[in-house]
């Protein structure tokens, strides 16, 4: 029996540290960001340029609609966009963020509105699907290169909020870019916004598009 125990002891001192390097190493695999790795975007028009100092952590490909409104206009009633609704990929399929438009309750960025005064301004919204983190951007430059597809973009971040349990993926971001777009465009005349009956007309309209993030951590 004691010589039973002295073997059964030994492989247990074998099996323990090889037990926690395999528990490290999965552990560091799990840990390990989605978006780990160089993320290289494509090269933009001079005015989408990001800041001296930004570099991209993390990009996103965007399958979604954007919705517009008929609404009144200065030439009688045309579509505004009111929200864009779209989920972004990572480039192994992954649900990685959604997007959208909301107040942002950053109070450097107030509301310029009286009437939701108490609401930030409504901005873009980038929400992390797995932490939780968010990002709000207001846009700095615009560009269309596509024909038939709604401009690239270039924002500024003006809010970030870390997610309920403290993920922070999108918290560092300083400067989102929309690039390579598709469709999204608002429609033209004879798709319901031709007149003042057709008031609150909405429409979605797909797009897809990539969105890179940069930080300067």
């Given at each position: 029996?004691?010589?039973?125990?002295?073997?059964?002891?030994?492989?247990?001192?074998?099996?323990?540290?090889?037990?926690?390097?395999?528990?490290?190493?999965?552990?560091?695999?799990?840990?390990?960001?989605?978006?780990?790795?160089?993320?290289?975007?494509?090269?933009?028009?001079?005015e989408?340029?990001?800041?001296?100092g930004?570099?991209?952590?993390?990009?996103?490909?965007?399958?979604?609609?954007?919705?517009?409104?008929?609404?009144?206009?200065?030439?009688?009633?045309?579509?505004?966009?009111?929200?864009?609704?779209?989920?972004?990929?990572?480039?192994?399929?992954?649900?990685?963020?959604?997007?959208?438009?909301?107040?942002?309750?950053?109070?450097?960025?107030?509301?310029?509105?009286?009437?939701?005064v108490?609401?930030?301004?409504?901005?873009?919204?980038?929400?992390?699907?797995?932490?939780?983190?968010?990002?709000?951007a207001?846009?700095?430059?615009?560009?269309?290169?596509?024909t038939?597809?709604?401009?690239?973009?270039?924002?500024?971040?003006?809010?970030?909020?870390?997610?309920?349990?403290g993920?922070?993926?999108?918290?560092?971001?300083?400067?989102?870019?929309?690039?390579?777009?598709?469709?999204?465009?608002?429609?033209?005349?004879?798709?319901?916004?031709?007149s003042p009956?057709?008031?609150?007309?909405?429409?979605?309209?797909?797009?897809?598009?990539?969105?890179?993030?940069?930080?300067?951590?």
């Open positions: 029996m004691k010589h039973y125990n002295a073997l059964s002891n030994q492989t247990t001192r074998r099996i323990l540290p090889i037990a926690c390097v395999t528990a490290l190493a999965v552990a560091f695999a799990v840990s390990l960001p989605a978006h780990a790795g160089q993320v290289t975007p494509p090269t933009v028009p001079p989408l340029k990001v800041d001296a930004n570099h991209a952590f993390l990009v996103g490909h965007a399958i979604g609609t954007q919705n517009y409104v008929c609404a009144p206009s200065a030439t009688g009633v045309a579509y505004v966009l009111f929200t864009p609704e779209a989920t972004l990929y990572n480039d192994d399929g992954d649900q990685l963020i959604t997007h959208f438009f909301s107040p942002n309750p950053d109070p450097r960025d107030p509301n310029i509105s009286p009437a939701v108490a609401d930030g301004a409504i901005r873009a919204t980038w929400v992390h699907s797995r932490d939780g983190s968010t990002v709000w207001k846009a700095k430059a615009s560009v269309i290169v596509t038939g597809a709604i401009s690239w973009v270039l924002l500024d971040k003006v809010g970030v909020e870390d997610g309920l349990t993920g922070d993926i999108l918290s560092k971001t300083t400067q989102v870019q929309r690039l390579s777009t598709t469709g999204g465009n608002a429609p033209g005349p004879g798709h319901g916004c031709d009956s057709d008031v609150g007309h909405t429409a979605f309209v797909d797009y897809t598009a990539d969105y890179f993030f940069y930080t300067n951590q």
